[in-house]
């Protein structure tokens, strides 16, 4: 779980810290404790999507499945054994990541009511993020094809909940910030939430895997029905690639062909626009609480070559 944690761009620590100073904290320990918190949590959320996912890796090495895979497999396991082992071990680390998150904003220095609220607010962003994330497999069912807005909707639940609305609003509300502006932060990390998952799902067909460390044929071969997908759907060219999506032997050039049809059908440049459209709401809406440089880091990251990631 160490490892788990360790990488990634700590997004979620600097958006309760940004929120925190915007408005007015100046404990910045408080503010570190939640914010490394939220981060556990994501930890938590990051090893199990990994299980849900069948993915071995993660940030460019093994990840809690892989690396107890490994050690089953050096010790001689057979291989249905070995892989039980290594989701046996995620779904555990995973727990633990959970638990510890819950227990570390239990026990932060603050009053009472703050910190009943706070976990209100975590609870809320667990129980929208789990839904989500069922809502991703279910489509991935191949038992119809999902709607872009119902797509869209996916991402804003498994991704926005818990890694831009909570933290921003967290942040807020450890400095005293109105119920006005937690809503309207809620919907600031709504819309940048959004952008970020669906550059995510960009990365996991056209990134760069030596540059984000995620594998580019996963989400081909399992067929997950992102935004991307949804729109190649409602073209001519979706009999051509409807065949090989969700195919576990999916090969490399396969895969090649695949995003050829992808970009050349509109899909991937209808998706970038969805980015940039949700970016633009979120700049505006950062503007009123002061948080636009905020939206200027998430932008970084969500810039439209292959070194963007989540």
């Known amino acids: 779980m160490r490892v788990a944690s360790n990488g990634g761009r700590r997004v979620r620590p600097g958006l309760v810290s940004n929120a925190y100073r915007?408005?007015?904290?100046?404990?910045?320990?408080?503010?570190?404790?939640?914010?490394?918190?939220?981060?556990?949590?994501?930890?938590?959320?990051?090893?199990?999507?990994?299980?849900?996912?069948?993915?071995l890796r993660r940030r460019g090495r093994p990840n809690v499945n892989g690396e107890f895979l490994a050690r089953a497999q050096d010790a001689g396991a057979a291989p249905e054994?070995?892989?039980g082992y290594g989701q046996a071990a995620g779904i555990l680390a995973g727990d633990l990541a959970l638990v510890g998150a819950f227990a570390a904003l239990a026990t932060i220095p603050a009053?009472?009511?703050?910190?009943?609220?706070?976990?209100?607010?975590?609870?809320?962003?667990?129980?929208?993020?789990?839904?989500?994330?069922?809502?991703?497999?279910?489509l991935g069912l191949g038992t119809r094809t999902a709607t872009v807005d119902e797509a869209v909707a996916v991402a804003e639940h498994k991704t926005a909940a818990y890694s831009f609305a909570l933290p921003l609003q967290a942040g807020a509300l450890l400095a005293g910030a109105s119920d006005e502006d937690l809503a309207r932060l809620a919907d600031?990390?709504?819309?940048?939430?959004?952008?970020?998952?669906?550059?995510?799902?960009l990365l996991g067909v056209f990134g760069d895997e030596d540059v984000t460390g995620k594998?580019?044929?996963?989400?081909?071969?399992?067929?997950?029905?992102?935004?991307?997908?949804?729109?190649?759907?409602?073209?001519?060219?979706?009999?051509?690639?409807?065949?090989?999506?969700?195919?576990?032997?999916?090969?490399?050039?396969?895969?090649?062909?695949?995003?050829?049809?992808?970009?050349?059908?509109?899909?991937?440049?209808?998706?970038?626009?969805?980015?940039?459209?949700?970016?633009?709401?979120?700049?505006?809406?950062?503007?009123?609480?002061?948080?636009?440089?905020?939206?200027?880091?998430?932008t970084a990251l969500a810039a439209s070559d292959p070194g963007r990631a989540a």
């Open 188 to 201: 600031l990390g709504r819309q940048l939430g959004i952008a970020f998952q669906l550059c995510d799902d």
């Open 111 to 138: 009053d009472d009511r703050t910190r009943i609220r706070l976990m209100t607010l975590v609870h809320d962003a667990v129980r929208v993020t789990a839904a989500g994330e069922l809502e991703d497999v279910h």
């Open 215 to 298: 594998s580019t044929l996963s989400d081909l071969r399992e067929g997950k029905l992102t935004a991307l997908v949804a729109y190649a759907a409602q073209t001519t060219a979706w009999p051509s690639i409807e065949p090989h999506l969700g195919d576990p032997a999916l090969t490399a050039a396969g895969a090649a062909t695949l995003r050829a049809r992808l970009e050349a059908c509109g899909a991937r440049a209808f998706v970038e626009g969805l980015v940039d459209e949700h970016l633009h709401a979120a700049r505006a809406l950062a503007h009123t609480v002061g948080l636009e440089a905020v939206v200027d880091r998430v």
């Open 22 to 55: 915007a408005f007015g904290g100046t404990d910045d320990p408080l503010a570190n404790r939640v914010g490394d918190a939220i981060e556990l949590l994501h930890t938590a959320f990051v090893i199990h999507d990994d299980v849900i996912d069948h993915d």
């Open 81 to 83: 054994a070995a892989v």
